[in-house]
């Protein structure tokens, strides 16, 4: 491990409020770093450069945090297409690009497992970027986030900044989003189970077959992974990791069925009634789950079995 991240680091959290932003400032104050920057949006639009290359020259962290972005599930991809990829398209090129400028050499820029091929082999390695066609549901975030990953190649290749990516599968947990129709789809069931709960409805729809399979990372394991690769020795990330091939997949290398997922939050919602699958509804890839043999083994993996992260998730849902 290497001294980058010490007690008196300055670390700059982009997207500070968000559900990753949050558990990583969790993660590191564990660790006795509290010197951490936040901005809300109104205090810096990150689709603004001038605002943004303001802000890095006054403020200078020693870190980076590119954890801003939009998002959201299959109905938000398909209903804002032209905002998921310019927003995510400025914020990190904004923030990359300015970084450097400031002569801020250490960042970590999240992704998404949705960069991947819509029928990429399973599982799908840090390889497999760029060799097919996208999921057309959220094609236009999965551009912008390859874009984040060859941003930080690029600038490392001619800079020599030490940019990190990761990957990290559907993630879930605390601070997420319970929107109806934007959120993803572990919070949008914990939301709906709840709800026929309380109503003591007689079923819940679930959106699609129930066969497409998903693999689900906890937030705060997916916290763990980044401080774990923010830690890391510059000679021993690159040693892992190559010029072109730099991002890291994060996730627990295991996958359910939606009809599984649904299920397990029913069991730990408390909900009574049947499971009713709609198979007009859209459900995206067939499969996504990552290989996560190269985290594997640079000395990580997932701790949060699904089951317990799931009903940590909605005690959270209920204190909100």
């Given amino acids: 491990m290497n001294n980058v ?33 936040g901005r809300t949006h109104a205090e810096l639009d990150l689709c603004n450069q001038q605002a943004v290359r303001d802000f890095m020259q006054t403020e200078k962290p020693d870190y980076i945090v590119l954890a801003a972005a939009k998002v959201g599930g299959i109905h938000a991809n398909n209903t804002y297409p032209a905002e998921f990829i310019y927003d995510n398209l400025m914020v990190e090129a904004n923030v990359i690009h300015e970084a450097y400028s400031a002569r801020i050499k250490h960042l970590l820029f999240l992704g998404s497992s949705c960069i991947y091929p819509k029928f990429a082999k399973q599982p799908m390695s840090e390889s497999d970027l760029l060799t097919g066609l996208l999921e057309a549901t959220n094609e236009p975030y999965a551009v912008a986030k390859i874009a984040g990953i060859k941003l930080c190649e690029s600038y490392n290749r001619q800079y020599g900044t030490d940019y990190r990516s990761v990957m990290p599968t559907n993630l879930y ?10 959120s993803h789809v572990v919070p949008a069931m ?26 689900f990372l906890n937030v705060d394991d997916m916290a763990a992974a980044s401080v774990f690769i923010m830690q890391m020795d510059a000679s021993v990330y690159q040693a892992n990791t190559e010029p072109m091939l730099s991002h890291i997949n994060v996730g627990t ?28 509804k859209p459900e995206g890839t067939p499969r996504k789950l990552l290989d996560v043999s190269r985290l594997n083994q640079m000395g990580w993996q997932a701790k949060i079995d699904l089951k317990t992260g799931l009903a940590d998730a909605y005690q959270d849902f209920l204190s909100r």
């Fill in 5 to 37: 991240l010490n007690k008196d680091s300055n670390i700059y959290i982009a997207g500070h409020r968000g559900m990753v932003g949050s558990a990583i400032i969790r993660q590191l104050h564990a660790l006795g770093i509290e010197n951490i920057v």
């Fill in 173 to 182: 947990g605390a601070g997420d989003n319970y929107h109806g129709m934007n």
């Fill in 190 to 215: 914990i939301k709906r189970f709840h709800e026929a709960k309380q109503a003591k409805a007689d079923a819940v729809e679930v959106w699609g077959t129930g066969k497409v399979m998903r693999e």
């Fill in 253 to 280: 290398g295991e996958d359910v069925t939606i009809a599984e997922l649904a299920q397990t939050v029913k069991d730990v919602v408390g909900f009574e009634g049947q499971l009713v699958f709609d198979a007009s």
